[in-house]
């Protein structure tokens, strides 16, 4: 009894302290689902990444080897790579896309599970909850068995309010045709972004050396998406 009484209210606030940048980014992301961007993409790359975060610390609590929090920030090139290939290639979804993706879906129960998107997802919520691991290696450290069970089950049941109620909230009318109009343009800022802060805050890169890769990054992404249409374009022609 004492280990739910502790670990319920312990819980609670080591996840609201620790994942309330979520709310946005989870807002933004739910403001982007279409045809090949799904909600259930969403909620199990959530799902994925929080429980890798889990995980990674327990490894810590119980002695097992974990990454080092400035390897960890590496992660902050996901959201970078995705938000670059937002801006630089906009059009590069194409119904192809879409019927493999429902064909995916068709032929197996865990096509969400397996999808690149589920795991876009899940590497933007581990690279920004890089610094969970340090607050949550302490916290499970200090807990009884009981306690930790408690408190990781609260966590697991948090992450799916976040996801309700971040989708909610873009099903509000004023919120949705504001995210409508603007959320498309703002949403690549917003990822690169978050990426920078990620891998500046963990220490992974200078700024220089950052600045430096983000470059070669966005040629990659630039030559990606050229190479896609020249892909689509002789389909076409074919």
Known sequence: MNGIMSGIPTGITAFTATNLDDLVILTLLFSQVNANFRRRHIVIGQYLGFITLVIASLAGFLGGLILPSHWIGFLGFAPIAIGLN?????DKDTSSTTESEQELTKSSPFAG??????FSVAAITIGNGSDNISIYMPLFANADFSSLLIIIAVFLALVGVWCYGTYKLTCQPAICNL??????????????????????????????????????????????????????SADVDW
């Open 86 to 90: 937002r801006l630089l290639n906009p």
């Open 113 to 118: 599970l397996l999808s690149p998107q589920s």
């Open 179 to 232: 995210i409508s109009q603007y959320g498309n343009n703002i949403v690549p800022f917003v990822l690169i972004g978050l990426g920078v802060f990620i891998i500046l805050d963990s220490a992974s890169l200078h700024p220089i050396a950052l600045a430096f890769s983000c470059l070669v990054l966005m040629g990659l992404v630039k030559l990606y998406g050229i190479n896609t249409q020249i892909e689509t």
